[in-house]
């Protein structure tokens, strides 16, 4: 039979991967082989407050975090065992890899429920197409002898390259996602905290616990949620045998139709991370030991680390026995027990590093950001209690040097010693040994304390909080490598727009006392998605609390910013030959033929079906080619405002990227993943194209020389169409010399020599002009003028069709290149671009048909008004709007700059893009020149002569 297929997937993928489904379970047969007949896939399906309201996470659907992933099958899981030496590892990763996996509760699945999760569930109304098909498969063709085996399910093993015995191996849950609404809490053979009272018939019992999320709106997989319990066996239909509700019950009342619900807040975890034992017997899943295993400590949420000496090479590490929620000491024998889709992170760390960090282990150690938390184990409370007080008196001598007298004293003193569980053989405790108690005197600890408050304000994306960490007023401070924020005002609009942060954890804080009442904290963080980044903080000490006045932000470079890139190499295409451009990269933009990969267009659900489809561009489009046969090699393919319909850049996955030379604002569109990469330096080249404005807009919004070649000089072959008459192919950079060797290397017989006769100023289309704008405008007039260049001022008669003929022919091209896909996939797209295909798909034939007739005539008429002479406009109307800009706002903006952009683009004639100098901290804005058809070297030899200050590239 096939099995799920492990999967290394690539980042632009991961959150939509595909997964084959085994055989046995193939949708051409699935309505003969499930009881309750076919599933019907995609269909959204919030479920009800009865079974639980919130996502289905079949194995291969919904988000899926790390490049690397495990979905849960007859191949890929172990049922009742634990890895041991030996056993052949499934995946093999680096230290500090993340690897999303799936994971399945044995809950609805063993032989004392039915062994049938469809009928288990289905007797409390869960539909079919709402239980896990891994937990079927599981349960109907995973082996596991239910007399000497264990319940629980695991994933196989997974080898962390150069993990070797007396190292030990951290396992961090970085997110944990429910992959169903519901639960079950089980007492079953005679097991638990009170085996001589409970069950109290001869019946195991299964409590059934609905998830409801706490807003009943947010649909999340990780929405705050909790689940609940019956206050009466009557209201839960779940006395006895699980499956036969009693007739004329209703779950969740009481007498009278009154609620009957005891409600808790729910924490997930794992019960189980664990390392292989030395031994080759797999040992049973129940009883946990120095291998970690079954250790059902509920401290394990994300942003937690468990640390387990290595036994075996490569540690073969492994999760499973996915909890919704858990009571210290788990009493009952399970806690509220469900499926979830984690990510966790492997980090080695060496045996030497260790024994200076922690000493010589003697039970598993958990740290959280609050607590470092020794486990003691025993087959009594009284000897898992001893083992726990030992470790946590050896924890601290090694970690603090305190004398073990002095701990001793110091655990009686201020440590809780928890119950971990009583139901698994062998029974745990934990130690609860607070960070903040070793961090010195008063002042330090409400520092720390204060500091541990808003990285926890981070995490949880609290803007009140945030906001409330900092100083008020203009004296604070936040900068990054995006730029400076200045005033409490600018930082609280920056947190509230950016929609959170990465998470991460606190590796160290370094203090440094300015004076008793001021102090600077250097952090280092290490991001829960891998890196580690600096942040130096001034914290000074106000009426009854800490605040930062001024934050400087080093975060780690990310592998891949999603906003910007799609998929990315080192490199992703080698060059193919030495040339002109040896050693530069190149930004693909998602509309461009990359060999060997998929065009996404910017749009998720036009990359899926590509994918799904198997789409694979069979070769480099020849405007890409070209480039790779000069030296230049592909860095990545890079992101697009969808179908190349925008100006903003705010349409497409992840949108809007960050504009580098405009924090705050946003970069321009529709080629806004190369302008950004260019900005920032990870490449030198994007190869865009242009219809409206697509690189000349995001040029002037990031201070870069963009480049709209004629109509038709570079081919469009395997290019995405969006307007065929208007569509070019073009280049940005961020120096003009380097702009001229990508247009020699992609174009050949262009004059370099011309003359520029007369420049052209337009003013009809100078209304609404940003004045800073226009001064750089008249000023560039001037700076010609002074080169003895004539400058005329021209009103071309008809110059006002151009605006509205061109949008119209270009949303009648739109509609015919992809209307058909936009209206068999509502929902799709982002709102505004959704919106012009609406409109366009309603354009009045006749409408369309005069604009289709009158612009060949109009195109002739501006190309002989403006014959050999070069216009100088504006790019854009001004600087870059703000990323939080209201709709109406951006309206307005891209209205005003395609008057100013679809001159070039009705006419097919080149335009350059350039900057203008500014002084520091002040908005990118830019200028464009428009000649000529093949005109291009004029055009650059001009603009370099007007502001030579800009043309060197700072390398």
């Known amino acids: 039979m096939t099995s799920p297929a492990l999967a290394p997937s690539s980042p632009e993928s991961a959150a939509a991967l595909p997964v084959s489904l085994p055989e046995s379970l193939a949708a051409e047969t699935l309505g003969e082989s499930l009881p309750n007949g076919p599933l019907e896939f995609g269909r959204l399906d919030p479920g009800t407050p009865e079974i639980g309201i919130g996502p289905i996470l079949q194995r291969g659907t919904g988000p899926i975090r ?97 993990a070797r015995p007396g190292d030990v191996l951290g396992i961090t849950l970085v997110e944990a996602l429910r992959r169903v609404p519901y639960g079950v809490i089980s007492n079953r053979h005679g097991r638990g905290a009170l085996p001589d009272r409970f069950p109290e018939g001869p019946e195991n019992v299964s409590v059934f616990s609905p998830v409801m999320p706490n807003d009943p709106t947010d649909l999340a997989a990780d929405a705050p949620a909790h689940g609940s319990v019956p206050l009466r066996t009557d209201a839960s239909g779940l006395r006895g045998d699980p499956q036969t509700p009693p007739s004329g019950s209703q779950p969740g009342l009481g007498d009278g139709g009154a609620p009957a619900r005891a409600t808790f807040p729910l924490r997930p975890f794992l019960g189980i991370m664990g390392v292989a034992v030395a031994e080759t017997e797999r040992p049973h899943s129940v009883p946990p030991g120095m291998h970690g295993g079954n250790i059902d400590v509920s401290l394990l949420v994300p942003g937690t680390t468990i640390y387990l000496p290595v036994q075996v090479a490569g540690a073969l590490a492994y999760v499973g026995d996915p909890h919704f929620a858990q009571g210290d000491g788990e009493v009952s024998l399970t806690a509220l027990e469900a499926s979830l889709r984690v990510t966790v992170r492997f980090d080695l760390v060496s045996a030497s590093e260790a024994a200076a960090r922690w000493g010589t282990l003697s039970a598993p150690l958990i740290e959280t950001p609050e607590y470092l938390v020794p486990c003691g184990l025993g087959n009594t409370l009284d000897e898992a209690m001893r083992a726990c007080v030992g470790a946590s008196v050896a924890l601290l001598g090694a970690r603090f040097d305190m004398e073990s007298h002095l701990a001793y004293a110091y655990l009686s003193a201020a440590t809780d010693f928890r119950i971990s569980q009583v139901v698994d053989r062998v029974v745990g405790v934990h130690a609860t040994i607070r960070r903040t108690d070793f961090e010195g005197d008063q002042n330090l600890g409400a520092l720390i304390a204060a500091s541990e408050s808003y990285e926890a304000a981070l995490a949880a994306n609290d803007t009140d909080a945030l906001d409330t960490a900092f100083i008020e007023g203009p004296d604070a401070l936040r900068a990054d490598a995006h730029g400076i924020l200045r005033g409490s005002e600018a930082i609280s609009r920056f947190r509230g727009r950016r929609g959170g942060t990465a998470r991460r954890e606190v590796v160290t804080r370094d203090v440094r006392w300015i004076d008793p009442h001021n102090a600077l904290m250097v952090i280092e963080t290490r991001t829960l998605s891998g890196g580690r980044g600096l942040n130096t903080q001034h914290w000074t000490l106000g009426p009854g609390c800490w605040r930062i006045a001024l934050a400087q932000v080093a975060a780690p470079a990310a592998a891949i910013d999603p906003a910007v890139w799609r998929i990315v190499g080192t490199p992703l295409v080698p060059a193919s030959a030495a040339g002109l451009l040896a050693g530069e990269r190149i930004a693909v933009k998602d509309l461009i033929a990359v060999a060997g990969q998929r065009v996404g267009a910017g749009v998720p659900a036009y990359l899926a079906e590509a994918e799904s489809e198997n789409e694979i561009e069979p070769v480099h489009a020849p405007a890409l080619a070209a480039l790779l046969n000069a030296g230049a090699e592909v860095t990545g393919i890079a992101q697009t405002d969808e179908f190349a319909y925008g100006l903003t850049g705010t349409s497409g996955p992840h949108a809007p990227a960050a ?297």
């Open 66 to 162: 790390a490049a690397h992933y495990v979905p849960a099958g007859v191949d890929t899981v172990l049922w009742g065992r634990l890895p041991a030496a030996g056993d052949a590892p499934i995946l093999s990763v680096d230290s500090g890899t993340e690897v999303t996996i799936d994971t399945v509760s044995h809950e609805g699945l063993l032989e004392d429920q039915g062994g049938d999760p469809v009928a288990f569930f289905g007797a409390h109304g869960v539909p079919r197409n709402r239980v896990l098909d891994d937990a079927v498969e599981i349960a109907g063709l995973v082996p596991r002898d239910a007399g000497i085996d264990g319940p629980h399910v695991v994933s196989r093993p997974i080898e962390v390259r150069g």
């Open 659 to 955: 504009n580098p030379a405009a924090p705050g604002h946003l970069p321009g569109g529709s080629t806004s993943g190369p302008a950004v990469a260019v900005a920032s330096g990870q490449v030198g080249i994007g190869l865009g194209t242009d219809t409206a404005g697509s690189i000349r807009v995001p040029a002037a919004y990031q201070g870069l020389w963009g480049l709209r070649t004629t109509h038709g000089l570079v081919s469009r072959a395997g290019v995405l169409p969006l307007a065929p008459s208007f569509d070019t192919v073009g280049w940005l950079t961020r120096s003009p010399e380097l702009l001229r060797r990508v247009l020699r290397a992609s174009v050949s017989g262009l004059s370099v020599e011309a003359s520029v006769p007369e420049i052209l100023c337009l003013p009809d289309l100078l209304a609404g002009i940003d004045p800073d704008v226009l001064s750089a405008y008249h000023d560039a007039l001037a700076r010609l003028g002074a080169q003895g260049l004539t400058i005329t001022e021209l009103a071309p008669a008809h110059l006002a069709e151009v605006p509205e003929v061109f949008r119209v022919v270009q949303a009648g091209e739109a509609h015919a290149a992809h209307g058909e896909w936009v209206a068999a996939h509502p929902g799709a797209l982002d709102p505004a671009v959704a919106e012009r295909f609406r409109a366009a798909a309603n354009l009045d034939p006749a409408v369309l048909a005069a604009a289709i007739t009158r612009l060949p005539e109009l195109r002739a008429h501006l190309n002989a008004a403006l014959g050999e002479r070069v216009v100088l406009l504006p790019t854009t109307p001004g600087p870059a709007p703000r990323v939080d800009a209201d709709p109406a706002e951006l309206d307005r903006v891209r209205a005003h700059t395609l008057r100013l952009t679809t001159l070039a683009s009705l006419t097919g004639r080149p335009a350059l893009a350039f900057p203008v100098p500014r002084a520091p901290g002040a908005l990118p804005i830019g200028l464009s020149l428009i000649g000529p058809p093949g005109s291009e070297h004029t055009l650059l030899a001009l603009a370099e002569t007007l502001f030579p200050s800009t043309v060197r590239e700072i390398s």
